[in-house]
Antibody, heavy 123, light 111 residues
């Protein structure tokens, strides 16, 4: 069974840092691009960042570019999101998801999602 | 403000048909990028419902169908059931933003 399990969320002060992890199982991790999506309390979904299967290509949403960094360790089947200079508006549930698709990454869909981990930025 | 516009809510009686629109622009749906739909039941993670405009993943009932025309897409639910009460999101890629975009979300209520 394909599973994604996020961890690392918590309470952090504005300006602080946090690293999220997403442990993957049930599929050949290195074969698939992965992504992070977040959902602020009571709000809709917002794409945060993505990474290719090899880790050689990364993509970021405008609201996090320059502050967040996505990476992966294919030997550990784990995806990461390093979040720096955190702001109150980064408060959200963060989901990792597996990308699926062929051809250009522009056409990828998110076919498997984790249960999410909650990040709260507050003093 | 979401790049893809959806109605905030739609409702219908059990057994009825409801549709959810997703309106984009020439930099996303209108540029030819695929539209995907996700269902988020209360308190749970989103689930892929329709991919590449009109395809259902294995296990998704055929009551759910998708379509795309020009800069817009639609999700239809026929034979509405109580278990369909959820939030629904469309998603595509935007070339101007160089990133993936979601619709604002639509809450479906079964009367």
């Amino acid at each position: 069974e394909v599973q994604l399990l996020e961890s690392g969320g918590g309470l952090v002060q504005p300006g602080g840092s946090l690293r999220l992890s997403c442990a993957a199982s049930g599929f050949t991790f290195s074969t698939y691009a992965m992504t992070w999506v977040r959902q602020a309390p009571g709000k809709g979904l917002e794409w945060v960042s993505g990474i290719s299967g090899s880790g050689g290509s990364t993509w970021y949403g405008a609201s996090v570019k320059g502050r967040f960094s996505i990476s992966r360790d294919n030997s550990k089947n784990t995806l990461y999101l390093q979040m720096n200079s955190l702001r109150a508006e980064d408060t959200a549930v963060y989901y990792c998801a597996k990308f699926r698709g062929s051809g250009s990454h522009h056409y990828y869909r998110m076919d498997v999602w984790g249960q999410g981990t909650t990040v709260t930025v507050s003093s | 403000q979401s790049v893809l516009t959806q109605p905030p809510s739609v409702s219908g009686a059990p057994g009825q048909r409801v549709t959810i629109s997703c309106t984009g622009s020439s930099s996303n749906i209108g540029a030819g990028y695929d539209v995907h739909w996700y269902q988020q039941l209360p308190g749970t993670a989103p689930k892929l419902l329709i991919y590449a405009n009109d395809n259902r993943p294995s296990g998704v009932p055929d009551r759910f169908s998708g379509s795309k025309s020009g800069p817009s897409a639609s999700l239809a639910i026929t034979g509405l059931q109580a278990e369909d009460e959820a939030d629904y999101y469309c998603q595509s890629y935007d070339t101007s933003l160089s990133g993936y975009v979601f619709g604002s979300g639509t809450k479906v209520t079964v009367l």
